[in-house]
Every structure is written in structure tokens, then in C-alpha cells.
């Protein structure tokens, strides 16, 4: 693993069992699927896809909240796959996650001050006064002057200060890399733009790695050098930005691309050319191409599941037949 | 589940603002002074040993109503009137030491005594004094109440048991009606009453007049005279002259420490049961619900007063078992299912995210989200097991050494109080229990009314 | 015109105070048209709709104004009347999430055919057709007609609630978020079926979201609302071109597009509390064009040819 290489997941999958009746047999939802990628050191991640196509349950199997089913994740050299929770201590100093809910997201109960204490607590970390200096410090960094918010409670506060403070959390421990699920999506429009500056700027700043999960792909631009497209529990392309923005290979990417509205009043009056259909089912999904159903250039080779094919240098695409 | 201002002090100040909330925490707060006046005031840890000592209690009137009762009726009734220690005047008279004492009191009831003692000290060497006691009524007459001998030592004596001396007044009332009166001639009433076809009683001042003839210098006596009325206290006496009133003040803090210590402690085991349950899920969720189905199905008070029956418990014991029977209830199911809930919250995630370990995560950031809902029912509690104490009081299944609200009752209903019209025995402690139940039911209802928004009005 | 509305109050009394959720509107919608209304979350768009379909709940301090369907003020109707001949009949609504709401044991052709049975007094068997031929034209086959919701993806779902909209064919389809909880590709094909929807039925719409790129899907009008007031009323094509209102230049420029590089702007503060909005323009904290003028007196709607603008920049 080279130097600069902080995560480097192979053929990782993510099943989750369901038992059917009393007898019955056990079904498998499978949420990630032989997922492969890699991350540096410092670099943020866009990871789009819609809701059931896996990228939360991908982010958490990376953040060990799930037993992996299968594959491996090294974090800075070390095989995390199969370590048990006593033995995961350290790896949750070096990881964070920011999540989308700001309001559920922060113990009601607690004081802003405590919320940002806790990850402290739990990994001892300083004297408290030595806390209470690195808490203040962190709330001025998310834009929060700390005599104001410092003891104030979630309640009070808007989506956008929490989501604030759910970073500063994230970033208490100093952590390497940080998984954001969708951290925005439930923030007004006009807020959106400050916290996403703001994650960048922090993420920039302190040199971390983060993945940054959303359906919304127009916003990935603004935050991450690379993108990763997901569907159905496969992550079907995986470029750079500016590369992916401009030349989207996969037909699923293709479709996302001719569906997503920009504001043009012209749109109303022709239709968009998008796919029919929804994503599979993941209970015993079809062999092969989770998209072929839905393909227009879907042909019969596409039921044998499709390698991954480097079009462009680091431009990978899930696909037999890449546009 | 969702929180608003769920702190404890956000619920407190809401619930100052519900009338009937006030209501009952007044009402609490008089309960607690008692209690506390209770405990400091009095010998409180003796109470159940000078409660059942029948001698403590020989200068109180037997099932008198309490004094209050005398506002609400036309006939007036006496209270306890203690006479004695006055300087007697003092002669030789044949040798004898003669100590006469004069009591004068004053009697303007609608009622006559229960009855006359004259509790004597007296300490001799050879013989017994003799003593004759007489009373003097505003008319002048002065009626000769007998001779007597007292022991050595202390002794009483039942001027109104006095056989003798029943029928000789009786003669004498008759004679001075002129014709046998309707009524029943008693001591009380002969020493008392005007002299007419209707009970009457004759008013004014009375004059207690006692004669003692020691045979020694050296003898020594000493007395006190009640006559006894037939008000006491706040709450009246009962059937072993017990001041009811004081049993009340004793039975406080064992109805509230009762209540609360059960409710407390069941709901707390409850609630932490169902987060060991709730949150590891797996076999030991399994085991805890069996069990807790297995307590639904136990006949709870059936199984309690057998146990009460076969070993004759005493209180603690008796709240010991009492939370052992329940410690695995219904409520378990209700607490592990939001347990459940908010473990798969976004902060527990969180949490667990930043390596917040599982105990931490149930006692810090679960359980503390579950007491505002919870402390509805807790307080709502109290005053079924409140209850639960004295109905199993009413069942002779209490501790026979405690003084309790609930014992009260039931003494009351074995001498059968209803039948013999001493309501007040039965009433006053069963007032104090439904006050009780009525303080912590209206911060009760008030609180869920908070912390429940859908019982809410908009 | 189909629908002019002038005046029109909501306001909600709460623990707090009253909350001014609409603050005298007014707008009209051509038959056929389709207006989108436009604003961040609390500016009281929802609110607007309700109020068209006096779905009013109980802590309702004000409900007033003129809200005229072809020559009728339907303010004046009766609670009756109202509901006899307008909700459901003539004005139907397609709510936010409906899609999750679903009523999970009945069968989905007959939720469909439930208004028909309800508000046209149809027998069942007949409604059940009709529904069916409806669930069949939005795209959903037949068979999925004695289906249960549960057993439906997110699309069709929503499908299946934009049926019960239109199946009492009525003059004026109200859509409130109507892809919230929909993903991109199947968001891109219900529009198609709204556009379809619009131009064979020659159907009017009031699209409300907050998506400012999604309502270019559909709108011919446009218009913006900030805390209560309509701030901003155009043609789609000017509307998207030349928005004159402070907030809705800074709204577009907040907005990433998927196309087109462009530096984004967020708007400072936030939106104002309901019960005691700024004084003067509700906008003015947070506008970087603000005025003396702008900080005491509200201003009116102006208009400049058909584009009204609430501000005081064009007065």
C-alpha cells in the first residue's frame, strides 16, 4: 500500500439476512455488493446514488457500524475487516461521521458543550480544562461563537448551526477520515452552499479524507476530486469530477445526467429521455448487471456480472459496453 | 418519541402552570411535613411498640369524635378534663393525716363524660389510706362518689364502674324526678344531669371534692382526676383510647416511604431490565421477556397474601417482596420497545461511531431520554402501592409492630366501628389514604398531560 | 382565468404568538397554466395550499381573503357547499409524501376509486373501472390495481396518488412537493407524466416546491415566496432570465447546477420568524441591497408588464 493511501476496500459486500416465516427460508438483502475502491490521504469522495442503492450501508460497513459480509477494508495498512469492537478502539479515533439528520443527530439532552465533550470523554482525552479549550476552538472553527452556543441545547438551535456542530463533533478527535451522509439534504437550499464550503474548507485545512455521500449529484462538484457512481449495491463508475462531469460513460450515470433539471424554462416544454422502472430488488437480485432491466444497450452478455474497465486513465467503468 | 423541552426543570415549571398540579403538590408538601414532623418530633422509631402498649393510653377517652366535630352540632360534647395537683389542705385529724383537695371545673356541654378515674400515687407502710371523693354540682348538692382503698404503688380507680354506687345514685335520681325517667340512669349521667323527665345536663361549676386519711406521716399521696369527655384531638380516639390523630401522624411517613421507595425501585429495575433487554437484544432479550411474561401471568396480590399468610412479614419485607414481584412487569415490554427505538437513533449511531462504549451509550444517552416519559406513571404509582400496604393491612397481612393508615382501618373495622357508629375511626385514616392517592394522582395526570402531547389541548 | 386569488390571510395562533403564514397573496392562474410556487422551507407555501382547500386546523387565527374558481368565490362557500363542490370536485391536491401515506389495507385501485365513490356518489363497481383505466393511463398495469401500497415502489405509489387527484377530473390539481422522496430518474419520469398529464388534459397545476430547477419542469409562471409575502411573480421565461428580487437572484446563484460551472453564493442568516417578521421588508436583513427604506416601510407589489416584484428597488 503506498504512502499515500489511507483506505483501500476489495470486493466488499454488505448482506443483510431476513428471515421469512418461521421455517422459512433466510433471504439475503444484498446492500453492497463486491465493492472495490480506493482512497488517498486527504482526498474527498463524492459516493452518488439514490436511496436503496447502498451508499449508507457502504459508508457505515467502512466505518465497522456493520460486519462486513464479505472482501476487506485496509485503513493506513491495517486489516480492519474482521476486528471486533474491543479491538476497534483506535480505528474510532481515527474516523468520523457527520449524518443527515441534524436534528437526530445530536443528543437532545446533552449541551453542545457536552455533545463535543463526549468523544473527548471517551477516548480520555486531556483535563478538562484542556477539553473545555480544544471544545471552544472547535466551535469557532464551524463559525459558532462558543459563548453563545456553547450551552445551549439542540433545540434551539437551526439545522444549519446543528449541522455545524455535527462536524465539529466529527472532527473532535482528529480523526483521518470521515464519512458525511448526505449532510446537507435536509438543510434549506440557501444554507446547503455554507456547509458544504464550510466541510470543504475543514476538510482542506486539516488534510482529511472524506467521503461524501449524496443523491444529488449536482452538488459534487463543489466538494470532492472524485466521484463514485452507485447502483443497486454496485458502484457502477468511479472518475475524477471534472472527468465524470464531462464524459459520463456508464448508461445508469447517462440516465442520471439526461434527468437531472437544471433551471432552463425551456424544460417544460419537451421530455426528458430517462429510463423506465425502478432499481431492483436486493432480496436475490438478478445475476450479472443490476441495471440491464432498465438499459437501453443491454444485451444478453450483460447477465454475467460486468468487470470493471479503466476507459481513461482512472476513469472506471462497471460495464461491457461503456459509451 | 420526539423532544421538545423534555428537561426535568421544563417539566417542573409546565407544571406549575396546571392548577390542579398545584393543587396536588400543596397537598404533598402537607403530607411531607407531617411526615417529617412525624419522624423529628416524635419517638418516631418506638411508635409501633407505644402504639400497641394498651397502658400508654389509659388517660385518653375511649372512642371519642375528634374536637372539631363540636363546630358542626348544636349538642356540645365534653373534652377530657384533667384535675389534680392542687395543694390539699392539710390536717390531723384522730391521728390520721387528712389531706382534703378541692378540683373545681367548669361544665357547660350538652353531653356527659364517659367516664371518671382517679389515678392515684401513694405510698404506705401499714395500712391504706382511705379516701372518699365527692362532687359538688352548681345546685350545691354534693353527692358522695364512694370510699375507697388504693394500692400501693399507683393505681386507678373506675369511680364510674362503681356498682354500688350505680345503683345508689339511680335511687336518688328517681326519687328527685319523682318517677322512673325513659332513660337509662349511668353514673355520668346521675352525677351530671338536671333533674327532669328529659336528659339534661346541668351546667356550671363543678366541684371535685376529694378526702385522704394516711395512716403515716410518712405516707405520701398524690392523684389526678380525669373525667373523661368525649372529644379528643384532631381525629378522636378509638376503641384502646389510641389519639387517632397520632396514629395518623405516625402512619405518614410509612404510606409515603411506602409508595415511593416501591415505585421508585420497580420502575428504575424496570427501566433498567428492559435497556439491557432492549439494547443487546439476542438471548438475553429473549430470557427477559419470558420472564416478564411469566410475572403478567403470576396472580400478584393472591401470591402476596399467601406469602403473607405463611410468614408473617414484616414492612420491609413485606416492600422487598412486594418489588420483587414486580420487578419484571408489564412496563418492561413498554421500556424495552422505546430502548429499542432509541438505539437506532442517529446520535447512538453516532456514538457508537466515536467508540462510546454499550453501558455508556444505555445510561447515558438512552436512559435519561426515558424518564421524562416515565415519570407520569411513577408518581401515578405511588399511590396504588400506597394502597396495596393498607388493603393488605385490611387483610390483618401487615406488620403487626408498624403504625399504618391501613392497620387503622382495619382495627377499626374488627371492633366493628360502622356497627357502633365510630365513623371517625374508619373515616380519618381512610381520608389520609384517598388524600394521598389524590395529591399524586393530580401531579400525576398533570404531568402526563405535559409530557404526553397528544393528551395535550392545543 | 381559472383561479384569482387577492388578499389572502392565514394565520395560525400559537403558545408563542401568531404565526402570519400568509400574509395577504394574491395571484391568478390561467386554465391550462401551471404556477409554480417557490421558497425555502417556512415561507408558507404549504400554507397557501391548504388554504385553497380549506384545510384549515384547529389554531387557525385568520382565514381571510378572496379566492375566486370561475366566477365563484369559494371563500364565501359554505363548509358544505364547500365541500360538496369544491375539495375534490373542482380543486383536488397532491400532498407531501402522500406516496408514504398510503392507506396500507386497502387495495390500491380502490383508494383510487374512493373520491368517485365518496364525492360522486358512484357504485363501486363502476368507480373501480374508471380507476382502473386511470392507473393504466399514468402507467401502472392493471394487475397492480388490486395490489396493496406496501407492495409498490416509491414511483408507482406516487403514481397512484396523483390518480386520486385527477380521478374526479377536477379543473385544478394543486402539488405539493410531488418528488421529495423520490430519486432523480423516477423524479424526471413523473414530470414526464405531469407534462403528458398537462397537455392532453389541458390541466392546470400549482406546482409548490422548493427545488427552483425542479418547477422549470412544468411552470409557465413563476413565483417566489418569502416569509408569507410573494416577493417575486413572472413568466417562466423571464422569471429564469432576469429575476429582479433580491432573494430570488440570491436564491438561483445558491443553488448548484448540474451543467454549466458556476460559483455559489449562500444567502447570510435566516429566514424570519412568522410571529414577528422584520419590520419594513421581510427581506431586508439578509439583502445586500437593502435601503433606508427597505427597514421601515413594506413595500408594495409593483409591476413591470405582467412581472410583479416586491421590492423597492423598482418602485
Known sequence: ?323 | MSVEEYSLRGILRELLSYKSAVIGIVILIFLVGLSLFSILATPYSQAGEIWNDKNKWIKYPRNALPEWYNYFSDKKLPPNIVLGAHAAERSIENGFVKLIYYDKFNYNYDDFPSEIIIFTNTTYFNESPVLRAYLIKPSGEMLSLGDYSPRNGTDSIYITNNIILEANLTDYVIRKIGEKPSYVITIPIALFMKYSKNLEVMKGNYTFKIEVLLNNVSDSFEYQTIVYGKVYGLAGTDMDRRPLDLGILWGAPLALAFGVVASFSITFIQLIFAAISGYYGGKIDSIIQRLSEIYMILPFLPFLIMVSLLYGLNLWNLLLLVIVLSIFGTSVKTYRVWVMQLKSSPYVEAAMAYGASNLRIIFLYIIPRLIPPMVPSLVLAIPSYVFLEAALALLGLSDPKAVSWGRIVEEAFDAGAAYKGYYHWILMPSMMLILTAISFALIGLALDRIVNPRLREA | MLLNISDLKLYYRTTKGVVKAVDRVGFSVERGETLALVGESGCGKSSIAKAIMRLLPRNIHTYEGNIILDNIDIMKLSEEDFRRQIRWRRISMVFQGALNALNPVLKVGYQVAEPLIIHNGMEKEEALKIAREMLRHLGIAETFADRYSFELSGGMRQRVVIAMALITNPDLVILDEPTSALDVITQANIMNLLKKLKAERNQTFILITHDIALSSELADKMATMYAGHIVELAKAEVFYEMPLHPYTQKLMRSVPTLRGEKVLESIPGAPPNLINPPVGCRFHPRCDKAMEICREKEPPLLSKDDHLVKCWLYG
Open chain 1, 1 to 323: 500500500m503506498g504512502d499515500a493511501m489511507l483506505l483501500k476496500v476489495e470486493g466488499l459486500s454488505k448482506w443483510f439476512s431476513v428471515k421469512k416465516g418461521v421455517f422459512g427460508k433466510t433471504f439475503y438483502v444484498q446492500a453492497v455488493d463486491n465493492v472495490s475502491f480506493t482512497l488517498e490521504k486527504g482526498e474527498a469522495v463524492s459516493l452518488v446514488g439514490e436511496s436503496g442503492s447502498g451508499k449508507t450501508t457502504l459508508g457505515k460497513t467502512i466505518l465497522r457500524l456493520y460486519y462486513p459480509t464479505r472482501g476487506r477494508i485496509l485503513f493506513d495498512g491495517r486489516d480492519i475487516t474482521n476486528l471486533v469492537e474491543k479491538e476497534l478502539k483506535w480505528y474510532r479515533r481515527e474516523t468520523g461521521i457527520v449524518q443527515q439528520d441534524p436534528f437526530g443527530s445530536l443528543a437532545p439532552h446533552f449541551t453542545i458543550y457536552k455533545i463535543l465533550e463526549e468523544p473527548l470523554i471517551v477516548h480520555k482525552i486531556g483535563t478538562k480544562e484542556e477539553r473545555r479549550e480544544r471544545i471552544y476552538k472547535a466551535l469557532k472553527e464551524v463559525g459558532l461563537p462558543p459563548e453563545e452556543f456553547a450551552f445551549k441545547y439542540p433545540h434551539m438551535l437551526s439545522g444549519g448551526q446543528l449541522q455545524r456542530v455535527a462536524i465539529a463533533r466529527a472532527m473532535m478527535l482528529n480523526p483521518k477520515l470521515i464519512i458525511a451522509d448526505e449532510p446537507v439534504s435536509m438543510l434549506d437550499a440557501s444554507v446547503r452552499v455554507e456547509i458544504l464550503n464550510l466541510f470543504r474548507e475543514l476538510q482542506r485545512k486539516y488534510g482529511m479524507s472524506v467521503i461524501y455521500i449524496t443523491h444529488d449529484l449536482s452538488t459534487t462538484r463543489y466538494f470532492s476530486e472524485k466521484i463514485f457512481i452507485m447502483y443497486a449495491g454496485h458502484i457502477v463508475e468511479r472518475a475524477a469530477t471534472n472527468e465524470m462531469l464531462r464524459n459520463p460513460r456508464h448508461p445508469y450515470t447517462l440516465a442520471l445526467f439526461s434527468a437531472i433539471p437544471d433551471p432552463d424554462p425551456e424544460n417544460r416544454l419537451r421530455f426528458r429521455e430517462v429510463p423506465p422502472g425502478e432499481p431492483p430488488s436486493l432480496i436475490n437480485p438478478p445475476k450479472g448487471c443490476r441495471f440491464k432491466p432498465r438499459c437501453p444497450f443491454a444485451t444478453s452478455k450483460c447477465d454475467e456480472e460486468p468487470p470493471e474497465v479503466e476507459t481513461t486513465p482512472g476513469h472506471w467503468v462497471k460495464c461491457w459496453y461503456p459509451r
